[in-house]
């Protein structure tokens, strides 16, 4: 494996294919917006991680349950209003708003002219206007106060949030009107008042013009709030304990004063980031939030489309720095930290700097990075695999593995692919052992005759060829049984075809007879009359039947026999054996005969023996799917080599040789052999 | 032995044999056995030579090595084949490869026969023999041969062993006279079938082996009695005489 320098080919462009799958991946989901729950949630923990000391100057006269209890059920005559107002103006306060909509004529005329009398007389009042739908057709309408308390408030501002697709609210709009987007906020105007407000005033927009403009709602400067806290957290006094004195008069001087509902029967509540579920948010709290949010320059701006999607575009491809460096732990650690510590800042961001990018696209690819990265990883190690396999299979001489085509090995599992590595890893071993068996061969074996001869040649002025010619073909024996053997352990069992195995043991038995002879040995065959077949290798069960027999006539007393035979111990086996009179052999000794170069102690009495004799047997016994065996029994010794063969129908002979006989009889009859 | 009468045949008619072999001191030795024994011997080192000399003045005979520089044992078969086509020589492969795909290849290339080096003087002499046998054909049917203990009547198609005749079916005496008229060869099964199986369609190949493993039993061709029948791997057979019958 890698570290450091990424290595595999082609890994440069697999970098780059990565990088544009997770920008666009980014820009995608930045774009649709489809994770903006994501990015709300986001901004939520920001807002709660960031609470702010507020400021004592702004206080909230709360219309509570304390008070609706005291004063009665909602609404109340509008003189009580008039004479809070009285009391506060006394205490000269900087500003007053008051987040009442006074949208409608109240039954009681004088009870407007009072209030409207203490509006004009405290000259800081603002007064809200409300947007709303109408109920019938949905028609958006502005409900501005009523003409006298209009015409006596020091400014008229819009009241309102802008609810998220989460019900939430988190932005306001800081222009938004019908027509045209004129109306200012309460808080601002509110703000203006106390001469706290620096940027310039609203325009003023006459209502003629706003009638052509159309009925659509306009929508300028949307910002989001930077809430100091919890529901609560802005100092409140009771409406009631001010009406009946129990504050102290100068709490409120030089101070903003805004003047809402927060009990909770009257339903001005809205959901906020920072309240729970369970607690929402007074409308004159909120108006509080925005209003310092304002004063303090503390609105937060959301960052334009096209910014947010360059960015979530960079940021996208930052795990690539590290990703084709790593290996895969480090590379997992360090995108999931690079994912939460991307979303901890955009969290951040807005109390830090007052600037808001939604990041779930950014985050969306993050935790794409590495799995997506993982795969081009893997499919690069498939291929690799998959060419070092084919390398391996085109090069190593073992076919048993199951296929051997590429689409084969497409269809395998990762898993597979392993264990075929492994397989191969293993036949590398044995050939490294194989090899390691001929440079012996070659070293010790081949070379000790072949010295020998090339000594007596220089040696002496005339070599007897007499004395030449054992070690030479020994020399010659030996080279041939080791290429024998190579070609044995090559046989492939799918290549094979039917052999008449009767003719093969006949043919070998035919070879040794004149080794028999000068031995003074005779071979008697026990071989069936009819023939038998068997899938295998012609050559290589000749060759094992000869040195079976070569083995028996070595090690068989003088005139005695040797005997080859054939049978059938079960309907699925063939057995053929080559059987000598001999001392019985202990198991030890039995257990070496079939190992390379095991004849060893036995051989060594025979200069003629390479050792890998009945190595070889056993070999072609196990390429054939059968086993080589020897047992001793009664002053006899056999060995055995049993082959896979069901009985295969022969070809129709009678029939052929009945036909010839007489064409007249009919095919197919069963007719007697000869 | 068969020696001799090959050197009697050649002295009368100056057998022509083509050599093809790379190896100088090889091609040396196996010229002076092929002298020897009354053939007039060319040697050729190289392929492409060997097989422009067979085409301007046919041989009787071509002992070609397998590998050679320039154009292959083969591939100057195959150029024969091409350009002599029924005036070619019997055509004898030496080779240093003894695999079974080797060997069969050879055959089915054209090959008359084949010799696994290293070569051995009275195989390659018997070898040579046998393909120039044939070469000239049998002119009739032989009237009998004579092998010690077995004989063959080919006029009245009896085969008899120890004066006892030979009770055997018309198929098997069919190939029996056929494989005694070939002594020595390599026979393929196909040639076999064409010879014994001429009027039958569709021979299974192994309908031959049964046969052949039949006659084996019947006439004793084992070296006990003088004989070997053997299989050339999966190509076909050949029958010979061993040493001198037990």
Redesign the interface.
């Known amino acids: 494996m890698w570290t450091g320098k990424p290595a595999w080919p082609g890994v440069r462009s697999e970098v780059l294919r990565i990088a544009l799958l997770l920008v666009l991946l980014a820009v995608a989901a930045s774009g649709s917006g489809f994770l903006a729950r994501v990015d709300h949630l986001l901004f939520d923990v920001g807002q709660r991680l960031h609470w702010r000391e507020i400021s004592g100057d702004l206080l909230i006269v709360a219309i509570d349950e304390n008070s609706l209890d005291r004063i009665g059920r909602w609404p109340w005559p509008r003189e009580w209003h008039a004479r809070l107002l009285q009391i506060l103006c006394a205490s000269k306060p900087a500003a007053i708003g008051i987040d009442i909509a006074f949208s409608e004529q109240s039954d009681d005329p004088l009870a407007d002219a009072l209030l409207a009398e203490a509006i004009a007389t405290c000259a800081n009042v603002a007064l809200p206007l409300v947007i709303e739908e109408t109920r019938v057709g949905g028609q958006l309408l502005e409900s501005p106060p009523i003409k006298p308390l209009a015409a006596a408030a020091a400014a008229i501002g819009r009241i309102g949030v802008h609810l998220d697709e989460d019900g939430i609210a988190r932005s306001v709009d800081l222009r938004e009107g019908i027509g045209s987007a004129a109306w200012p906020l309460l808080a601002e105007q509110v703000l203006r008042i106390g001469g706290q407000w620096s940027a310039q005033a609203a325009e003023a927009v006459v209502a003629s013009e706003r009638q052509e403009a159309g009925q659509e709602l306009l929508r300028q400067d949307r910002q989001r709030i930077e809430f100091v806290g919890p529901p609560g957290s802005v100092p409140r006094y009771s409406y009631v304990d001010l009406l009946e004195g129990r504050v102290p008069p100068q709490a409120f001087a030089g101070k903003l004063v805004l003047v809402g509902v927060t009990a909770t029967g009257l339903g001005d509540f809205v959901p906020t980031p920072v309240s729970g579920l369970g607690q929402p948010m007074p409308g004159v709290e909120v108006l509080a939030n925005v209003l310092i949010s304002m004063r303090d320059g503390r609105l937060i701006t959301t960052l334009p489309l096209l910014p947010t999607l360059l960015l979530a575009g960079l940021l996208a491809i930052v795990p690539l720095l590290w990703l084709p460096r790593l290996m895969p732990l480090p590379g997992l650690l360090l995108s999931t930290a690079w994912v939460l510590v991307l979303g901890l800042a955009c969290a951040l961001l807005p109390g830090l700097v007052q600037l808001w990018f939604a990041p779930g696209g950014t985050l969306l690819a993050g935790l794409f990075a590495f799995p997506l990265w993982s795969w081009r990883r893997l499919e690069a190690a498939r291929r690799h695999l998959d060419y070092e396999l084919r390398q391996l299979r085109a090069i190593l001489p073992d076919r048993r593995t199951p296929a051997d085509t590429s689409a084969a090995l497409r269809g395998l599992s990762f898993e597979q692919r392993i264990a075929w590595v492994q397989e191969a890893q293993r036949t590398m071993q044995r050939l490294e052992a194989q090899r390691n068996d001929a440079l012996a061969f070659i070293s010790h074996d081949l070379r000790v005759p072949l010295a020998s001869a090339v000594g007596q040649l220089e040696g002496e002025a005339r070599a007897d060829p007499e004395r030449l010619l054992p070690p030479l073909r020994r020399a010659l024996g030996m080279a041939q049984a080791f290429l024998w053997l190579a070609r044995a352990e090559a046989l492939d069992r799918r290549g094979m075809r039917e052999v008449e195995l009767t003719s093969v043991l006949q043919q070998a038995a035919d070879e040794l007879y004149a080794l028999a002879r000068e031995r003074r040995l005779s071979i008697v065959r026990q071989l069936p009359d009819e023939p038998v077949w068997v899938r295998g290798d012609f050559e290589s069960l000749e060759r094992s039947a000869i040195n079976l027999l070569q083995n028996a006539l070595s090690y068989a007393p003088p005139n005695t026999s040797v005997s080859i035979g054939l049978d059938r111990p079960d309907a699925a086996q063939l057995r053929f054996w080559v059987e000598n009179d001999a001392e019985p052999l202990s198991a030890a000794q039995r257990a070496g005969l079939f190992r390379r170069f095991g004849g060893g102690e036995r051989g060594a009495q025979q200069p003629a023996s390479t050792g890998l004799g009945l190595y070889f047997v056993r070999t072609v016994a196990e390429r054939h799917g059968g086993s080589a065996d020897v047992e001793c029994h009664a002053g006899k010794i056999r060995f055995t080599v049993v082959l896979p063969g069901s009985k295969v129908p022969a070809p129709d002979e009678h029939a052929d040789l009945r036909r010839s006989t007489d064409d007249r009889r009919p095919r197919g009859r069963s007719a007697a052999a000869t | 032995m068969c020696t001799g009468r090959a050197g009697c045949d050649a002295c009368v008619l100056t057998v022509r044999i083509a050599y093809l072999e790379d190896d100088a001191d090889l091609a040396a030795t196996v010229s002076g056995w092929l002298r020897d024994a009354g053939y007039e011997v060319e040697w050729f080192a190289s392929g492409a030579d060997c097989a422009r000399a067979i085409e301007s003045w046919p041989f009787d005979v071509c002992l070609l090595d397998w590998m050679v520089p320039d154009l292959s044992g083969p591939d100057v078969l195959a150029r024969l084949q091409l350009k002599l086509r029924q005036a070619m020589p019997p055509v004898v492969f030496s080779t240093g490869r003894d695999?079974?795909a080797d060997v069969v290849a050879v055959l089915t290339a054209g090959a008359d026969d084949y010799l696994v080096k290293?070569l051995s003087r009275p195989l390659l002499l018997a070898r040579l023999q046998a393909v120039m046998r044939r070469q000239n054909g049998v002119k009739g049917p032989l009237p009998s041969q004579s092998f010690g203990r077995l004989s063959v009547d080919h006029g009245r198609r009896q085969i008899s062993l120890d004066g006892q005749l030979l009770?055997l079916?018309?198929?098997?005496t069919d190939l029996a006279l056929y494989l005694f008229q070939n002594v020595g060869r390599a026979l393929s099964r196909e040639r076999l079938i064409q010879v014994v199986?001429a009027r039958?369609a569709d021979?299974?190949t192994?309908?031959v082996?049964?046969?052949?493993?039949?006659l084996?039993?019947k006439l004793k061709l084992?070296?006990?009695f003088g004989w070997?029948?053997?299989?050339i791997?999966?190509h076909g057979y050949r029958l010979e005489r061993?040493?001198s019958p037990a």
Request: no cysteine; net charge negative.
């Open positions: 695999g079974e290293p009770v079916t018309e198929r098997e199986w039958t021979v299974d192994r309908t082996d049964v046969h052949v493993s039949s084996r039993r084992n070296p006990e070997r029948l053997t299989a791997y999966g061993e040493g």
